[in-house]
């Protein structure tokens, strides 16, 4: 196990079904129950569709299509922002904050279903926590196109 000393802030842990994955709390803009969302045609069942959120158009990702399962209601749904890119993760629950202590496991790279979600860490625990590398992750996402 490795320690990164330089990590000392907030994550926010979002439940999939028994796995946990964690944001930077710096990132979450809002908690809210799964919005309504305008399915896009032809999109990948990760991609549930945009919604608008205070002016903004938001792509809203499945937490759960992403990990490989099957599409099925999200009540949570994590708003996110990072300089100017905004998008939403919608998950079973967001479960809490807590603080990154710096501790590292080494991971698989096969954690990460069809090469979209990209890991920044992975922390120790029970479960593990994934901790997801959000714009890697969007620009991942961005450049997908159906049939890809």
């Given at each position: 196990m ?59 990702l ?17 708003v ?69």
């Amino acid at each position: 196990m490795e320690t990164n000393s330089s990590s000392n802030r907030l994550l926010l842990i979002l439940r999939q079904q028994q796995a946990r994955y964690a944001v930077p709390a710096a990132y979450a803009v809002e908690i809210l129950p799964t919005p309504s969302v305008t399915a896009l045609p032809r999109q990948p069942a990760w991609l549930k569709g945009l919604f608008s959120y205070k002016g903004h158009m938001v792509p809203a990702l499945s937490l759960r299509a992403l990990c490989g399962a099957q599409a099925a209601e999200e009540p949570v749904c994590a708003v996110l922002r990072w300089e100017d890119t905004w998008m939403a993760l919608t998950a079973d629950s967001a479960e809490a904050v807590m603080q990154d202590d710096g501790q590292r496991m080494p991971y698989d790279p096969a954690l990460v279903c069809a090469g979209l979600m990209q890991l920044e860490c992975v922390l120790p625990g029970e479960p593990a926590v994934l901790v997801l590398d959000l714009p890697k992750t969007y620009d991942r996402a961005a450049q997908f196109s159906p049939g890809s």
